[in-house]
């Protein structure tokens, strides 16, 4: 079910990629995640692996298929230089089909569904990484703004008090260091407002990329930082039920279970048979033949487009039968072996797919903790940085009343920026603790 269900996706995904026309993708996130799905390139060449898997199904399946063939052949014989030329032209018709196959699996059914299997899921968690790293990038970009329009209203204060110092000194009640110091404050925050704006511009680049547009295309993106919502124990079960190696090695179970239910056949004779008939204008032929662990059954018949042999007899036909049988006994363990190793290669996958699931709980677990943490840093550090800016204030109130100790107001400033710093380094953290969380879930709703 999990194999058609993707399956279903990536032929809607690239229906409505070669549907999609040249509008520029909304600035919200469910649009630039459908922008990915439908516009980034890894995700296409990935979609485009699984069409040549795909078409390689069509390969192997086509061995069921009835094949029709015209052979013609045209004999000359001439003895001497004078000699009669004695010819044959000869035309025939040919049908054959396989009709149906028994025993374990086919060799080629076995390798074509691994293919599948493997470029399914290879998709499937490139989904996941491209879509939270778009959850990512986006809500980094809408951080920033918010963190810009932090510096910039701390920059705005500062210009205050930079005009207020300003206009002491004229008056020469403040020395030119403490002018130069408040215009020194002015400028550290353009500067960090500097630093933000490239990094958002980064920031937006990649997401043109990721969602396959233009590098230089204008975007302003629409939004608000989005909580989460969902309990640790309900992130855990969204987990197991979308990981992709868990997904990957229940299939690879239920395929070595097919292995073995099939050793069975291991004990099966090893038939051949061969039957046909043929009346010098018309034949009919039935194989039956074993292809490595199969048994083909497969029909033929022929039609010669030319006159029939004179050397036969009218109403006359050939028929032929040729049929062997080879019943195993005893092999020196060779069998038993063989089902030993299956079986034993079951077991250690079933243990592997355990402790596939005790993983992604643990590492979910752990990472819905760190998520927790981080976003409870962000929120007492923004109290420090509103405790810290206040502080600051009512130093540089007093430094106006000329009742500032200039080693505490210098220690009071230095704590300001690096509680703003932190809180913006604590929020990003936030954002990529989330980011990492929902990858693990395959869950970017």
Not at 193 to 219: A, C, F, H, W, Y
Not at 387 to 398: K, T, V
């Amino acid at each position: 079910m999990r194999t058609l269900f993707f399956s279903i996706i990536c032929l809607a995904i690239a229906l409505f990629a070669t549907t999609a026309n040249g509008d520029d993708v909304a600035p919200t996130l469910p649009a630039m995640i459908d922008g990915a799905l439908s516009g980034n390139r890894e995700l296409a060449q990935a979609r485009e692996r699984i069409e040549m898997v795909r078409a390689d199904h069509v390969v192997v399946r086509s061995r069921l298929m009835p094949r029709l063939s015209l052979s013609a052949s045209y004999d000359g014989l001439r003895t001497g230089a004078r000699g009669e030329v004695e010819d044959d032209i000869s035309s025939q018709l040919l049908y054959e089909q396989r009709l149906f196959e028994f025993g374990p699996h086919a060799a080629q059914e076995v390798r074509l569904r691994s293919d599948l299997r493997n470029a399914l899921f290879d998709y499937e968690d490139q989904v996941y990484t491209v879509l939270s790293r778009v959850w990512e990038v986006y809500h980094l970009i809408l951080l920033k703004d918010q963190q810009i329009a932090l510096r910039g209203a701390s920059r705005d204060s500062f210009e205050v008090f930079l005009q207020k110092q300003t206009a002491r000194f004229d008056v020469r009640l403040a020395s030119e260091e403490d002018m130069l110091q408040a215009e020194l404050n002015v400028l550290n925050e353009e500067l960090e407002i500097n630093s933000l704006q490239r990094q958002q511009l980064n920031d937006k680049m990649e997401l043109l990329r990721l969602v396959g547009r233009p590098i230089g295309t204008e975007i302003d993106l629409k939004g608000e930082l989005a909580p989460f919502v969902i309990d640790q124990n309900e992130a855990v079960e969204i987990a197991l039920a979308r990981d992709v190696q868990i997904g990957l090695n229940a299939q690879l179970l239920a395929e070595q279970q097919r292995v073995v239910r099939e050793q069975r056949w291991e004990y099966a004779p090893d038939l051949s048979l061969q039957a046909g008939v043929n009346d010098g204008r018309r034949s009919a032929a039935v194989t039956i033949d074993r292809d490595s662990q199969t048994w083909g059954v497969d029909m033929a018949a022929g039609l010669s487009l030319d006159e029939a042999r004179k050397d036969i007899p009218e109403e006359s036909a050939t028929w032929r039968t040729q049929l062997q049988a080879r019943f195993p006994i005893f092999e020196g363990g060779i069998r038993i072996g063989q089902e030993k190793l299956e079986r034993a290669r079951l077991r250690q996958i079933e243990i592997r797919l355990r402790d596939l699931r005790a993983g992604v709980d643990l590492e979910v677990r752990q990472a819905y903790q760190s998520m927790l943490e981080a976003e409870e840093k962000a929120r007492l550090q923004e109290r420090f940085v509103h405790i810290a800016r206040r502080r600051l204030e009512i130093n540089q109130f007093l430094q106006e009343k000329g009742q500032a100790d200039e080693a505490k107001l210098e220690a009071v400033r230095s704590s300001f920026f690096s509680a703003q710093e932190r809180l913006f380094t604590n929020q990003r953290t936030y954002i990529q603790s989330q980011a990492r969380l929902r990858r693990l879930m395959g869950y970017v709703e």
